[in-house]
Structure formats: structure tokens, C-alpha cells
């Protein structure tokens, strides 16, 4: 087996033959990729249910397709993403090529997540193929069966010369870190983020962090409970609320509350049955130590459970579970909860619900549930997040045309569609010029004079693009 810096050695000869760079290895290279996971989806979902018992449907439609409709939207664009970017000139440039040019940034490493262990890893993969650069990726050791398929699977679809995978615990990918790369994107948690970074400083390697937070949801003004909740119950537990997206918390009315929670209640029988453990559609929590972080938030809740609460440690099942009376300081306030447990709070105000949001880190995504735009409006235009939904939940993030990322604790740097090019591009200012309009140059040599000066800012103003 090759060491780290052999393989690394390998991917940066590569990249420096240029072998990376016409837009038909690209378009090959993606194709392939495609392939992969067509051929493959039995394998992706059984592996995917053996780490997080994740249902076919959910694997289907947050692992495969996804990936898929990434693909194709990355090859429908990949010819134009990769033309030059003209920009506007002055009289001074009239003669001069101006534009951007998109180059690969070299070799990078993709260390991707758990929770969407296929889907989090080739995502951001589709960005730096289509943008010309040889890959490291590390799946997560945590989603054993999934790490072991995407070692196997990828040496026979892709270029083994251009991509490599690298496995391994924390120890291994320290190590990994160690070594010099001309971009790192991480998803995963704040800490581990703090890690990378700190590695990617000594060789003062651009990062792109995709981190999360606690997604809020505020419920305000006119709203239908019923719908309502299908939504909330529906982004909530999906991957057993294993989502950085996920909402975390509900903000809401005394009112609202009380219409909501017999609504949620209801839902989650409609969706899962009266004994949701059973259900072929609800996850597990992904580890045992998981399991246990969890459990330890519950129990110190100084909430109360209405809905839900049952659990069984050699299952690794939380029921969906619902939590009501909490404080903003209470134990499932203080951090991301990442698993199917949903506090509410109740705040009479809109207005005060949008300060306690304030109050905390800027979140991955925002949510509102309000028939009254001016409430939509009123939260979007008084908060701050990566992304942001109305009456919905992560339905945003499948969407290739906008961009995915956060701000602040929740990370920086965006990917999906055109963002996930430009994430693993180099945009390279470029003018070409030639030897004419000599005497126009002549105006910013020595010696220098007061009249040369003001035609050289008239040349070079921008009114002097009206007789472009």
C-alpha cells in the first residue's frame, strides 16, 4: 500500500502534465462517475442502511439522486462554466483583451461527513473534477460499510492517477493534514473544523468549511397546523434528524404551540405507524457513543416530552421526539442537536424570536411557516444564515442553482452547480495587449506633469466606457 506522500506525489505529477485540464477528461471523468453510482445503487442503499439503517427511499433521494442530478447539471454547464468571463474597459484598455480565466487550483482534499456519507464526499468531487483538479477524498470512517464501498468502487470508475481515497480514523487524517494541498473542504462539526484549519495554515491552503449549527424555525401569523407539521415532521426526522439542515428548534405562540403539537403528533403516526421503532422508514442514530450524547441532552431537559420520547440503547432508536416548555438556556439550547429530538419554545413576539436567534450563532439554514408574507419577509430581511426557507424544510439544498454553504460558525464557502466550480477554481485576472496606442501610454511615463496626469484619469474613468 502507498504512503500518504506517495500518493500524493502520484496526483501532483499528474496534475502538472496537464493530463486534468481539456474539458474531455473532465466531461469523461464526470460521465464515469455516473456511471459508478448507476451501477451501483443497490450497493449504495444496502451500505447506506447497514451504517444508519437510512430507508431505500431517503438513500434514493438525499444520496443518489442528488448526486445525480449534480452530475448532469454539472455536464449540461461544464462548456460554459469553463469560457473566459469578459469584463467591461476603459479607453485606456480599449484595445486590450480583459477577461477571467477559470484554472484548476491543483490538488485537494475533500474529508467528507457521516450522516450523508455518499452524497456530502461526491457532491463536492463533481465541483473539483469539473474544475480540473486532481482529488484526495476521505470518507468518514464512522459510515463503515459506505467508506468501504467508495474505496472499492472508485479505483475501477475514475482515473486512479488523477483520484485517490484515503481512509482512516482522526489519527490518519492529522497525518493527512500534515501534507500540502492547494485546497481543503471539510464537512463536519465546529471542532474538527478548528483542526483543519490550524493544518491548513501552516501551508496557507484556501478551505471551504460546511459546517451547521441549530437551524431555527419560526412559526408566526396565520399558519395551517396540519401542513405545517407534514413539513416540520418530514425535515425534522428525515435521516433520524441527522441533518446539519435539519431544523433544530421551533419558535412560536402559546397558541401555535398548542395547535401544532396534536398536529405533530398525528403526523408522526400517519407517517410512521403507532409503533415507530418498527417503521421500515425511520433511521438510526449512527454509533452507539451518538446515542448515548444524545440520551444525556434529553435527560437533563428541564422541558417536557409530549410526543415521543421512548428509546432502546442496543437499537440505537430515539423515538421522534417532541419537547415542550424549554428555556433558551436549557441542555437542548446548547448545542446543535443532531438527532430526532425537536424543543419548542414559546415566545409571544416576532419580534422577540428573531432577537433570541440573534443571540446565537448564524445558523446553516433559517425557517419560517407563515401564510403572511410580511412575516416571511420581516424574518429574512432580520436575520442572517447560510440558507434560507419558507414553509419547508432542506427541499433548498437539492437545488443545483443556488449556491449551499454557510456564514460565521456555520462555515464559509459555497458549493453545488456553477458554486462548486468556482469553490475549486482560480479565477485568473488575464489582459492581453499588444503594441499599439503607443503614444496614448506615453502619458503615464516620465517626466511626469499636471497635464499628462489629467488626461491619464480621463482615460482610465469610468466615463470613458460610454464610447465603448
Not at 449504495?44 to 439522486?65: C, G, M, Q, R, Y
Not at 408522526?268 to 457513543?289: C, H, N, W
Not at 419560517?368 to 432542506?394: M, P, Q, R, T, Y
Request: glycine share 6%; hydrophobic share 40%.
Amino acid at each position: 500500500m502507498e504512503s500518504q506522500s506517495q500518493v500524493l506525489e502520484g496526483l501532483r505529477t499528474a496534475f502538472e502534465s496537464g493530463v486534468t485540464i481539456p474539458e474531455k477528461f473532465r466531461r469523461t471523468q464526470l460521465t464515469n462517475l455516473m456511471s459508478m453510482i448507476k451501477d451501483n445503487e443497490e450497493q449504495i442503499v444496502n451500505a447506506l442502511h447497514k451504517d444508519l439503517t437510512k430507508p431505500k427511499f431517503e438513500a434514493i433521494l438525499s444520496e443518489v439522486d442528488i448526486v445525480m442530478n449534480e452530475l448532469h447539471y454539472a455536464l449540461s454547464n461544464l462548456t460554459s462554466w469553463m469560457q473566459p468571463e469578459y469584463v467591461s474597459k476603459n479607453l485606456a484598455t480599449k484595445l486590450d483583451d480583459c477577461f477571467v480565466r477559470r484554472e484548476p487550483l491543483g490538488v485537494v482534499l475533500i474529508i467528507g461527513p457521516w450522516n450523508y456519507p455518499m452524497q456530502l464526499l461526491i457532491l463536492p468531487m463533481i465541483g473539483a473534477i469539473a474544475a480540473g483538479n486532481c482529488v484526495v477524498i476521505k470518507p468518514s470512517e464512522v459510515s463503515a460499510a459506505t467508506d468501504n464501498l467508495i474505496t472499492e468502487l472508485m479505483p475501477k470508475y475514475l482515473s486512479k492517477d488523477c483520484y485517490a481515497v484515503v481512509r482512516g480514523g482522526p489519527k490518519e487524517t492529522q497525518a493527512l493534514l500534515k501534507n500540502r494541498f492547494d485546497h481543503i473542504f471539510y464537512t463536519g462539526s465546529q471542532a474538527v473544523a478548528r483542526v483543519v484549519l490550524q493544518a491548513a495554515a501552516v501551508h496557507l491552503t484556501p478551505v471551504t468549511l460546511e459546517l451547521g449549527g441549530k437551524c431555527p424555525c419560526l412559526i408566526y401569523g396565520r399558519v395551517n397546523a396540519t401542513a405545517a407539521a407534514h413539513r416540520l415532521v418530514w425535515a425534522k426526522f428525515f435521516n433520524a434528524g441527522q441533518s446539519c439542515v435539519a431544523p433544530d428548534y421551533v419558535l412560536c405562540s402559546k397558541a401555535t404551540r398548542d395547535a401544532l403539537v396534536p398536529a405533530l403528533r398525528q403526523v408522526l403516526e400517519d407517517f410512521y405507524g403507532s409503533d415507530i421503532q418498527k417503521s421500515p422508514d425511520m433511521s438510526r442514530i449512527v454509533t452507539a457513543k451518538h446515542w448515548t450524547r444524545l440520551m444525556g441532552l434529553l435527560n437533563r431537559t428541564k422541558g417536557k416530552v409530549v410526543v415521543g420520547g421512548e428509546h432502546d440503547e442496543k437499537d440505537r432508536y430515539i423515538a421522534p421526539t417532541v419537547v415542550v416548555d424549554v428555556a433558551e438556556d436549557d441542555a437542548l439550547m446548547e448545542e446543535e442537536i443532531f438527532g430526532p429530538i425537536l424543543p419548542i419554545l414559546t415566545i409571544e413576539s416576532l419580534e422577540e424570536s428573531i432577537k433570541l436567534t440573534k443571540r446565537k450563532e448564524k445558523p446553516l439554514a433559517f425557517y419560517v411557516f407563515s401564510d403572511e408574507s410580511s412575516v416571511v419577509k420581516k424574518v429574512l430581511e432580520n436575520s442572517s444564515s447560510g440558507g434560507f426557507c419558507s414553509n419547508d424544510g432542506i427541499v433548498h439544498m437539492a437545488l443545483p442553482g443556488l449556491p449551499f454553504g454557510g456564514v460565521g460558525n456555520s462555515g464559509f464557502g459555497h458549493y453545488h452547480g456553477h458554486w462548486g466550480f468556482e469553490a475549486f477554481s482560480h479565477r485568473r485576472a488575464v489582459m492581453l495587449r499588444g503594441w499599439a496606442l503607443e503614444k496614448l501610454n506615453a502619458l503615464r511615463y516620465p517626466p511626469y506633469s499636471d497635464e499628462k496626469l489629467s488626461w491619464l484619469r480621463w482615460t482610465t474613468s469610468p466615463k470613458s466606457c460610454s464610447i465603448m
